[in-house]
């Protein structure tokens, strides 16, 4: 049978583990933000000296739809549950099909006394690295050859994002000096030596920690020291529409990716 209210971790859906399986309620949840503040003078009101999102929470609630006099298929299916839920990967819910979460950690419940036929159990899922629901396939910004000029694109989602770049030389010659700046902030190379066939790769792990190598197919180096002092600490993206810019030594191939966040 297929519910409506339907998730999935990992690409592999609860209510597929077992038929007796009945979701009750997915509640998506919200990102979770800390606001420090101090008092102003004059005897009213406050003012913010800092704000910081934390983690984000989604749970499901179901049920096991076999009767009391059947523990020992009660206990597999709860058990099965439980390990469908006990990992990382990405949340997708059918309320919302073109986003997702990635969840990092999960509070499983007590079986408590399977005779409850009734009883209904709740997992949570958190995500902490990236407290948001993103954009799970988002348009890419891609241009064939370019060595200086500025491009737009459209990012969604209600906060700031990131981008992940790609460029690729495509000249047949070294390159030292390559400048990527998405939204105004900027990365900049000075002693790159990117090969001639070789991809300068700006990426992000799914727990948002920042990634950038250098090379080709799995024959890849670290260069995030290359960067030089004056550099971004990431590439971020504000939601609408932004400007990407480069500026290279020798023409490139470029793709940007920024996936919109959003905080339910």
Do not use: C
């Not at 999102?53 to 058990?79: H, P, Q, Y």
């Not at 400007?243 to 290279?248: F, K, N």
């Amino acid at each position: 049978m297929i519910l409506s209210r339907r998730i999935s971790l990992g690409g592999k859906q609860l209510d597929e583990i077992d038929e007796a399986v009945v979701i009750r309620n997915v509640d998506t949840g919200v990102s979770h933000e800390s606001v420090s503040a101090v008092n102003r003078m004059g005897g009213y009101g406050q003012r913010m000296t800092s704000q910081h999102w934390e983690s984000l929470e989604v749970s499901v609630t179901f049920a096991i739809n076999v009767g009391k006099r059947e523990l020992e298929r009660r206990r597999e299916i709860f058990d099965a549950v439980m390990a469908w839920a006990n990992r990382k990967g990405w949340i997708k819910t059918t309320t919302q099909p073109e986003k997702r979460m990635y969840a990092e950690k999960t509070v499983l419940p007590s079986a408590g006394d399977l005779r409850e036929w009734t009883r209904e159990y709740t997992i949570i899922f958190r995500a902490y690295g990236v407290p948001f629901w993103q954009e799970a396939s988002p348009d890419p910004l891609e241009v064939k050859s370019i060595t200086k000029g500025n491009k737009t694109m459209e990012v969604a989602g209600i906060i700031t994002t990131v981008a992940d770049v790609t460029a690729e030389n495509i000249s047949g010659q070294t390159i030292n000096k390559l400048t990527i700046t998405v939204d105004g902030n900027s990365f900049i190379f000075d002693s790159l030596a990117l090969g001639g066939d070789e991809s300068l790769m700006i990426t992000h792990t799914n727990e948002g920690i920042l990634r950038i190598r250098a090379g080709k197919g799995d024959n890849t180096r670290n260069v995030y020291s290359l960067r030089k002092a004056e550099s971004a600490d990431d590439l971020y993206a504000k939601p609408g529409n932004i400007t990407v810019a480069v500026e290279s030594q020798r023409a490139v191939k470029l793709t940007v990716k920024a996936a919109g966040r959003w905080t339910s």
